[in-house]
């Protein structure tokens, strides 16, 4: 299986996340189309 | 970005392993507002409190995709005060990219950080010496033009 990037979809759950791991957080707009 | 430089094995690493990606619809309320969303694609960098400290606007291809956000990370190291990790980051990605359009304002940057931690002003010459060999053309060449004289 191909790897993708494991992107979360909540502002709630990527803090959370940032907070625990140390990292900074890479926030992308995107158009679904 | 779906295409060609998510798919990219190298920015699938570089992410997974140094950020945590967050993903949302342009017109995602309250999101879309609270960041003032006008364009997509556009990629801001966080900090773990969700201040923003880099935005982005447009298609990046995976070799400049990585240095913008590891200018994105220093800058946020930097805007903290937290210039031993700001300068860390610049190095790594001075070293590791050095064809990247983010090169000169990350030597920019860096010779701003050794001068906020040590307040020598050389380092800020030694930056404006730097980008006017490498990058004559360079808008931060311009910007470190009164270095010069330091």
């Given at each position: 299986m191909a790897k993708t990037i494991k992107w979360e979809t909540k502002m709630d759950v990527a803090l959370a996340r940032a907070k625990a791991e140390n990292k900074h957080i890479l926030l992308d707009f995107f158009n679904p189309g | 970005m779906d295409a060609v430089t998510y798919p990219n094995e190298n920015v699938i690493e570089f992410i997974q392993k140094n950020m945590i990606p967050l993903r949302v619809a342009f017109d995602a309320q309250p999101l879309a507002t609270e960041f003032n969303l006008k364009w997509t694609p556009t990629l801001i960098v966080l900090d773990a409190d969700g201040k923003e400290h880099q935005r982005t606007v447009g298609f990046f291809p995976p070799d400049e995709l990585i240095p913008s956000l590891l200018l994105g990370i220093a800058k946020s190291y930097f805007d903290r005060e937290r210039f031993s990790e700001a300068l860390s980051t610049l190095d790594k990605l001075i070293k590791d990219y050095?064809?990247?359009?983010?090169v000169p304002e990350a030597l920019y940057l860096q010779g701003v950080s050794k001068f906020k931690s040590t307040h020598n002003p050389k380092p800020l010459k030694e930056a404006y010496e730097q980008l006017q060999a490498?990058?004559?053309?360079s808008e931060w060449t311009k910007r470190a033009y009164p270095y010069r004289l330091l």
């Open positions: - | 050095p064809n990247s359009d983010s490498k990058y004559p053309s």
